[in-house]
């Protein structure tokens, strides 16, 4: 290691004791520069400063418009393409790649216009994140449509960019309804990601 770079306030380890004093004394004792940045102003309220806890409320939220502008890119998940439960192209004419997520912070549950990126390409997408409630199984599941795509991506890790989010997640009184919504919310995120 070369350098090492922190904000002002930065704390680590065990009741945060590992602090600035800890990391100048150690810098010092094994021969690596310390770079305390800083702080950088949104833009929008100059008394508000960005920090990665800021981002993870923000996503935490569903508010991926602040997050973007915070992060300078999109809020992105990667996880690898799973079996799901054979309900998207079978019962809802709408196939999703259903994701496995490993130590990522997943948005608020809801439906989110998304871009896709896998086998090399970059397509547009319909992420649906939460726990299927119209289907009363209580399971958590990470699911994207990737619209106009038909290639098989099972096994394969893909990384999810966060554009917008369309809505909460809702119970439907039942497929027929369900099947409905999720042409809406289709062509909801066409026409945010063609902006």
Not at 15 to 23: P, T
Not at 67 to 75: E, N, P
Not at 148 to 168: A, L
Request: include cysteine; proline fraction near 2%.
């Amino acid at each position: 290691m070369k350098a090492f770079v922190v904000g002002g306030d930065y704390a680590f380890g065990k009741n945060r004791e590992g602090n600035l004093d800890f990391l100048r004394a150690a810098s010092d004792r094994l021969g690596f520069e310390l770079i305390v940045a800083d702080w950088i102003q949104t833009r929008t309220d100059e008394s508000s400063r960005i920090s990665s806890t800021r981002i993870r409320e923000l996503v935490m939220a569903g508010d991926m418009d602040i997050a973007h502008r915070m992060l300078g890119r999109h809020y992105q998940i990667r996880g690898t393409v799973e079996h799901g439960r054979k309900r998207g192209g079978k019962l809802l004419g709408c196939p999703t790649a259903n994701i496995s997520l490993h130590d990522e912070l997943a948005p608020k549950t809801g439906v989110y216009a998304v871009t896709v990126e896998c086998l090399g390409g970059r397509y547009k997408g319909v992420a649906n994140i939460g726990y299927s409630p119209t289907f009363d199984d209580h399971i958590y599941t990470v699911e994207v449509h990737i619209l106009d795509f038909s290639g098989d991506i099972y096994g394969e890790k893909i990384r999810v960019n966060f554009i917008h989010r369309i809505r909460d997640e809702k119970k439907f009184s039942g497929i027929e309804e369900l099947s409905g919504q999720i042409q809406h919310d289709i062509a909801t995120a066409r026409g945010l990601l063609s902006l």
